[in-house]
Protein backbone atom coordinates (compact mmCIF):
# COMPACT_ATOMS: atom_id res chain seq x y z
CA UNK A 1 0.00 0.00 0.00
CA UNK A 2 1.12 3.74 -0.74
CA UNK A 3 -0.02 6.34 1.51
CA UNK A 4 -2.49 8.72 -0.05
CA UNK A 5 -3.07 6.09 -3.35
CA UNK A 6 -6.30 4.59 -3.97
CA UNK A 7 -5.75 1.12 -3.87
CA UNK A 8 -8.38 -1.90 -4.03
CA UNK A 9 -6.28 -4.37 -1.79
CA UNK A 10 -8.24 -5.71 1.06
CA UNK A 11 -7.38 -5.35 5.06
CA UNK A 12 -7.32 -7.88 8.12
CA UNK A 13 -10.53 -9.16 9.06
CA UNK A 14 -10.56 -10.29 12.64
CA UNK A 15 -13.25 -12.27 14.86
CA UNK A 16 -13.49 -12.35 18.47
CA UNK A 17 -15.68 -13.71 21.38
CA UNK A 18 -15.80 -12.25 24.67
CA UNK A 19 -14.56 -15.04 27.36
CA UNK A 20 -17.50 -15.47 29.77
CA UNK A 21 -15.23 -16.18 32.13
CA UNK A 22 -12.89 -13.03 32.63
CA UNK A 23 -15.66 -10.44 31.76
CA UNK A 24 -18.71 -9.74 33.60
CA UNK A 25 -21.00 -9.52 30.40
CA UNK A 26 -20.53 -10.71 26.57
CA UNK A 27 -23.32 -8.70 25.73
CA UNK A 28 -22.11 -5.86 23.40
CA UNK A 29 -23.58 -2.29 24.04
CA UNK A 30 -24.10 -0.97 20.24
CA UNK A 31 -24.82 2.52 21.27
CA UNK A 32 -21.26 2.38 23.40
CA UNK A 33 -19.25 1.12 20.42
CA UNK A 34 -20.98 3.31 17.99
CA UNK A 35 -19.60 6.06 19.96
CA UNK A 36 -16.34 4.72 20.35
CA UNK A 37 -16.06 4.25 16.02
CA UNK A 38 -17.36 7.70 15.77
CA UNK A 39 -14.85 9.23 17.69
CA UNK A 40 -12.51 7.42 15.83
CA UNK A 41 -14.10 8.46 12.72
CA UNK A 42 -12.96 11.94 13.94
CA UNK A 43 -9.77 11.66 14.56
CA UNK A 44 -8.62 10.13 11.48
CA UNK A 45 -10.02 12.60 8.93
CA UNK A 46 -11.24 10.90 6.49
CA UNK A 47 -11.55 7.35 7.30
CA UNK A 48 -14.85 5.41 6.59
CA UNK A 49 -16.26 3.48 9.32
CA UNK A 50 -19.39 1.27 8.95
CA UNK A 51 -21.26 -0.37 12.00
CA UNK A 52 -23.37 -2.56 11.52
CA UNK A 53 -24.95 -5.02 13.81
CA UNK A 54 -26.81 -8.51 12.85
CA UNK A 55 -28.54 -9.17 16.20
CA UNK A 56 -31.90 -9.83 16.04
CA UNK A 57 -33.71 -7.80 18.41
CA UNK A 58 -36.22 -9.16 20.81
CA UNK A 59 -39.33 -7.50 18.74
CA UNK A 60 -38.25 -9.50 15.83
CA UNK A 61 -38.03 -12.69 17.21
CA UNK A 62 -40.17 -15.37 16.95
CA UNK A 63 -40.13 -19.34 18.32
CA UNK A 64 -39.27 -20.68 15.15
CA UNK A 65 -36.02 -18.53 15.16
CA UNK A 66 -35.39 -19.18 18.59
CA UNK A 67 -36.00 -22.64 18.99
CA UNK A 68 -33.87 -25.20 17.95
CA UNK A 69 -36.84 -27.88 17.69
CA UNK A 70 -39.51 -26.08 16.00
CA UNK A 71 -40.29 -26.79 12.46
CA UNK A 72 -39.58 -24.09 9.71
CA UNK A 73 -43.09 -22.29 9.28
CA UNK A 74 -44.95 -23.51 6.54
CA UNK A 75 -46.77 -21.30 3.60
CA UNK A 76 -48.40 -21.07 0.75
CA UNK A 77 -46.81 -21.20 -2.54
CA UNK A 78 -47.75 -18.10 -3.63
CA UNK A 79 -47.06 -16.26 -0.46
CA UNK A 80 -44.41 -13.87 0.07
CA UNK A 81 -41.48 -15.29 2.69
CA UNK A 82 -41.37 -13.64 5.86
CA UNK A 83 -39.25 -10.96 5.92
CA UNK A 84 -35.43 -10.89 7.29
CA UNK A 85 -34.78 -9.52 10.59
CA UNK A 86 -33.62 -6.33 10.24
CA UNK A 87 -30.36 -4.78 10.99
CA UNK A 88 -29.17 -1.39 12.28
CA UNK A 89 -26.21 0.40 10.26
CA UNK A 90 -24.44 3.56 11.09
CA UNK A 91 -21.46 4.60 8.97
CA UNK A 92 -19.25 7.47 10.09
CA UNK A 93 -16.91 9.41 7.65
CA UNK A 94 -15.74 12.93 8.46
CA UNK A 95 -13.58 15.07 5.61
CA UNK A 96 -13.41 17.72 8.13
CA UNK A 97 -11.45 15.47 10.95
CA UNK A 98 -11.42 17.46 14.27
CA UNK A 99 -13.17 20.91 13.00
CA UNK A 100 -16.04 17.88 12.49
CA UNK A 101 -15.29 17.29 15.92
CA UNK A 102 -15.98 20.47 17.42
CA UNK A 103 -19.14 21.00 15.42
CA UNK A 104 -20.40 18.22 16.38
CA UNK A 105 -20.26 19.25 19.73
CA UNK A 106 -21.28 22.95 19.32
CA UNK A 107 -24.08 21.49 17.17
CA UNK A 108 -26.94 22.38 19.71
CA UNK A 109 -24.93 25.49 20.81
CA UNK A 110 -24.57 29.16 20.03
CA UNK A 111 -21.08 29.79 18.58
CA UNK A 112 -19.64 33.70 19.21
CA UNK A 113 -17.39 33.19 16.41
CA UNK A 114 -17.83 30.97 12.92
CA UNK A 115 -14.62 29.41 12.39
CA UNK A 116 -13.53 26.75 14.35
CA UNK A 117 -9.54 27.50 15.01
CA UNK A 118 -7.11 24.09 13.98
CA UNK A 119 -3.47 23.66 13.53
CA UNK A 120 -1.99 20.78 13.22
CA UNK A 121 2.75 20.35 13.86
CA UNK A 122 4.71 17.53 13.92
CA UNK A 123 7.98 17.41 15.84
CA UNK A 124 10.56 14.41 16.54
CA UNK A 125 8.55 12.03 17.29
CA UNK A 126 5.37 14.02 18.42
CA UNK A 127 2.37 15.10 16.35
CA UNK A 128 -0.48 17.54 16.98
CA UNK A 129 -3.22 18.56 16.11
CA UNK A 130 -6.08 20.92 17.64
CA UNK A 131 -9.58 22.40 17.30
CA UNK A 132 -11.38 25.07 19.04
CA UNK A 133 -14.43 27.27 18.88
CA UNK A 134 -16.44 29.10 21.65
CA UNK A 135 -19.89 29.30 22.32
CA UNK A 136 -22.37 31.41 24.12
CA UNK A 137 -22.47 28.91 26.77
CA UNK A 138 -20.46 28.71 30.36
CA UNK A 139 -19.63 24.44 30.15
CA UNK A 140 -15.75 24.01 29.39
CA UNK A 141 -16.06 20.81 26.76
CA UNK A 142 -12.09 20.10 26.31
CA UNK A 143 -11.54 16.35 25.49
CA UNK A 144 -7.84 15.56 24.96
CA UNK A 145 -6.44 12.47 23.20
CA UNK A 146 -3.15 10.68 23.12
CA UNK A 147 -2.73 7.91 20.33
CA UNK A 148 -6.11 7.99 19.45
CA UNK A 149 -6.71 6.91 23.26
CA UNK A 150 -9.39 9.31 25.36
CA UNK A 151 -7.03 10.84 27.91
CA UNK A 152 -10.15 11.22 30.38
CA UNK A 153 -7.43 12.28 32.81
CA UNK A 154 -5.85 14.92 31.17
CA UNK A 155 -1.74 14.56 30.81
CA UNK A 156 1.04 16.61 29.49
CA UNK A 157 -0.61 17.24 26.40
CA UNK A 158 -3.41 18.94 28.20
CA UNK A 159 -1.41 21.35 30.43
CA UNK A 160 0.63 22.53 27.53
CA UNK A 161 -2.18 23.78 26.14
CA UNK A 162 -4.20 24.89 28.76
CA UNK A 163 -1.02 27.17 29.39
CA UNK A 164 -0.29 28.56 26.14
CA UNK A 165 -3.99 29.08 25.76
CA UNK A 166 -4.25 31.59 29.12
CA UNK A 167 -0.59 33.23 28.31
CA UNK A 168 -1.81 33.75 24.49
CA UNK A 169 -4.76 35.60 25.48
CA UNK A 170 -3.99 37.62 28.44
CA UNK A 171 -1.00 38.92 26.55
CA UNK A 172 -3.21 39.65 23.43
CA UNK A 173 -6.19 41.10 25.54
CA UNK A 174 -3.52 43.38 27.28
CA UNK A 175 -1.64 44.95 23.94
CA UNK A 176 -5.09 45.63 22.73
CA UNK A 177 -6.22 47.32 25.95
CA UNK A 178 -9.31 45.03 26.69
CA UNK A 179 -8.02 44.15 29.76
CA UNK A 180 -7.12 46.94 32.06
CA UNK A 181 -3.54 46.29 33.99
CA UNK A 182 -6.02 47.05 37.48
CA UNK A 183 -8.16 44.31 36.70
CA UNK A 184 -5.11 41.98 37.06
CA UNK A 185 -4.86 38.32 34.90
CA UNK A 186 -7.74 36.66 32.93
CA UNK A 187 -7.59 33.15 34.67
CA UNK A 188 -7.57 29.73 32.59
CA UNK A 189 -11.31 28.92 33.86
CA UNK A 190 -11.95 32.55 32.94
CA UNK A 191 -10.51 31.90 29.25
CA UNK A 192 -11.90 28.12 28.82
CA UNK A 193 -15.50 29.43 29.73
CA UNK A 194 -17.79 28.16 26.72
CA UNK A 195 -14.94 26.54 25.08
CA UNK A 196 -15.32 22.88 22.74
CA UNK A 197 -11.44 21.62 22.01
CA UNK A 198 -10.25 19.09 20.78
CA UNK A 199 -6.22 18.07 21.59
CA UNK A 200 -5.22 15.31 19.97
CA UNK A 201 -1.69 14.47 19.99
CA UNK A 202 0.59 11.12 18.47
CA UNK A 203 3.68 10.18 20.36
CA UNK A 204 5.76 7.70 19.81
CA UNK A 205 6.53 6.36 23.07
CA UNK A 206 3.34 6.85 25.02
CA UNK A 207 4.14 6.90 28.59
CA UNK A 208 0.19 6.32 30.46
CA UNK A 209 -0.35 6.91 33.92
CA UNK A 210 -3.39 7.02 36.44
CA UNK A 211 -5.63 4.13 37.12
CA UNK A 212 -7.03 3.84 34.31
CA UNK A 213 -3.84 4.55 31.98
CA UNK A 214 -5.79 7.28 30.45
CA UNK A 215 -3.55 10.13 31.81
CA UNK A 216 -0.42 10.58 29.48
CA UNK A 217 3.23 11.37 31.36
CA UNK A 218 5.53 12.32 28.50
CA UNK A 219 7.50 15.26 29.86
CA UNK A 220 8.55 16.53 26.93
CA UNK A 221 4.70 16.46 25.25
CA UNK A 222 4.20 19.50 27.36
CA UNK A 223 6.41 21.44 26.31
CA UNK A 224 6.12 20.91 22.16
CA UNK A 225 2.12 21.09 22.89
CA UNK A 226 2.80 24.52 24.47
CA UNK A 227 5.25 25.95 21.91
CA UNK A 228 3.27 25.10 19.10
CA UNK A 229 -0.33 26.12 20.64
CA UNK A 230 1.86 29.84 21.62
CA UNK A 231 2.79 30.03 18.33
CA UNK A 232 -0.61 29.23 15.77
CA UNK A 233 -2.66 30.55 18.70
CA UNK A 234 -1.00 34.14 18.44
CA UNK A 235 -1.26 34.02 14.84
CA UNK A 236 -4.47 33.41 14.73
CA UNK A 237 -5.51 36.33 17.62
CA UNK A 238 -4.11 38.51 15.19
CA UNK A 239 -4.88 37.56 12.11
CA UNK A 240 -8.74 37.18 13.20
CA UNK A 241 -9.37 40.44 15.44
CA UNK A 242 -12.96 40.79 15.36
CA UNK A 243 -13.21 37.18 16.39
CA UNK A 244 -10.78 37.42 19.03
CA UNK A 245 -12.21 40.28 20.46
CA UNK A 246 -15.54 38.69 20.91
CA UNK A 247 -13.24 36.01 22.57
CA UNK A 248 -11.76 38.04 25.20
CA UNK A 249 -14.64 40.11 25.79
CA UNK A 250 -16.20 36.69 26.99
CA UNK A 251 -13.63 36.04 28.84
CA UNK A 252 -13.66 39.62 30.81
CA UNK A 253 -17.41 39.03 31.17
CA UNK A 254 -16.66 35.73 32.75
CA UNK A 255 -13.76 37.31 35.58
CA UNK A 256 -16.32 40.19 36.09
CA UNK A 257 -19.11 37.61 37.23
CA UNK A 258 -16.52 35.70 39.06
CA UNK A 259 -15.23 38.40 41.09
CA UNK A 260 -19.10 39.72 41.73
CA UNK A 261 -19.93 36.63 43.13
CA UNK A 262 -16.91 36.79 45.59
CA UNK A 263 -18.18 40.03 46.98
Known amino acids: LVKGEPTDRTGTTQ ?28 LNKGLTITLTDQRVS ?7 VVSETAEAPKHDEGSAAPPEPKVKTRTYHYPGGLEDFVKHINRTKQAIHNT ?7 GTGHELEVAMQWNSGYSESV ?22 LTTVVNKY ?14 TGDDIREGLAAIVSVKVSEPQFEGQTKTKLGNTEVKSFVQRTCNEHLAHWFEANPADAKTIVQKAVSSAQARVAARK
Open 15 to 42: RFWADPDVFETTTYNFETISRRLQEMAF
Open 58 to 64: EAEVTDE
Open 116 to 122: VVSFTSK
Open 143 to 164: HTFANTINTHEGGTHEEGFRAA
Open 173 to 186: AKDKKLLKEKDGNL
